[in-house]
């Protein structure tokens, strides 16, 4: 199997990278739909409701408990995954990493080319002026945080019912548009519209590395279920 991607990865000219929340589990960052993933824990209010922009706007003080509690992980440390996509890309590789995670943990390895399709954590901004806050910022913070002009501040995250950046979505396209080869990896596909946009390669290999079953597996040339950081991790660059 790691022999067959080698191979494909070694005869491809332009490869993409589209991952989810799985690509942060061996960081420590527990991922939403997994056994052990945040929506299978016990809360008074589903996770899904509590990151959508109805509960931001009404309950925000709520929000920003949880959010504090569970979407700021400023521990995480890079893990083998996006360390060898970082030297991947720069050995000219990898042209592209398209990602549904907020974590920033990508850019944290060194990659360059990252396409946050939901936002990130690290970013927050000011309804009022638009001022940005970072993370740390958020933390220290206590009940809602707000700006020196008053304003509440809002994570730069797409929160559920929210569209995705226009800019961010039409680049993350056109990469995969003309990419020679997709890999897919820790993402159930199951969140839309981003989950949809592997339906815009037309390129030559579609690779899915998964540690359970995806919808489209029964679409890719290569399906390997196994953890991202070691099946990635295991890979050369150069
Ligand atoms: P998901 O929770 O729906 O699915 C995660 C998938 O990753 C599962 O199919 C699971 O089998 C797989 N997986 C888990 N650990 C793995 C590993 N080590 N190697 C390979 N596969 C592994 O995640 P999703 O599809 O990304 O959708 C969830 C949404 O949650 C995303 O929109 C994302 O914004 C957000 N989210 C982000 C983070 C983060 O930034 N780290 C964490 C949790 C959720």
């Known amino acids: 199997m790691l022999k067959n991607l080698q191979k494909i990865i070694d005869e491809s000219k332009s490869v993409v990278f589209f991952g989810g929340a799985g690509i942060s589990t061996e960081s420590g960052i527990p991922d939403f739909r997994s056994?052990?993933?945040?929506?299978?824990?016990?809360y008074d209010v589903p996770p899904?409701?509590?990151?959508?922009?109805t509960y931001f706007m009404e309950e925000t003080e709520k929000f920003y408990d949880f959010y504090r509690d569970?979407?700021?992980?400023?521990w995480a440390k890079p893990n083998p995954a996006h360390l060898k996509?970082?030297?991947l890309e720069k050995c000219g590789k990898i042209r592209a990493v398209i990602t549904q995670n907020i974590d920033g943990l990508?850019?944290?390895?060194?990659?360059?080319?990252?396409?946050?399709?939901?936002?990130?954590?690290?970013?927050n901004y000011c309804m009022k002026c638009g001022r940005f806050f970072d993370a740390q910022f958020i933390l220290n913070s206590t009940g809602v945080p707000k700006c020196q002009c008053g304003g509440t501040?809002?994570?730069d995250v797409v929160l559920y019912e929210e569209p995705l950046d226009d800019k961010t979505f039409t680049s993350a396209e056109r990469a995969i548009m003309t990419a020679d080869t997709l890999i897919v990896s820790g993402t159930s596909l199951t969140v839309y519209p981003a989950?949809?946009?592997?339906?815009?390669?037309?390129?030559?290999?579609?690779v899915l590395i998964n540690r359970d079953e995806t919808p489209a597996d029964k679409y890719a040339n290569l399906v390997i279920h196994g953890k991202a950081g070691e099946v990635l991790g295991a890979l050369r660059a150069d």
């Open 35 to 42: 056994v052990d993933g945040l929506y299978n824990q016990k």
């Open 48 to 53: 899904e409701k509590i990151l959508s922009h």
């Open 70 to 74: 569970k979407m700021i992980a400023l």
């Open 85 to 87: 996509l970082a030297e």
């Open 106 to 123: 990508h850019q944290q390895a060194g990659s360059k080319i990252v396409y946050e399709l939901h936002g990130s954590v690290h970013r």
């Open 153 to 155: 501040i809002k994570p």
């Open 195 to 206: 989950a949809g946009m592997i339906r815009y390669f037309q390129g030559d290999n579609l």
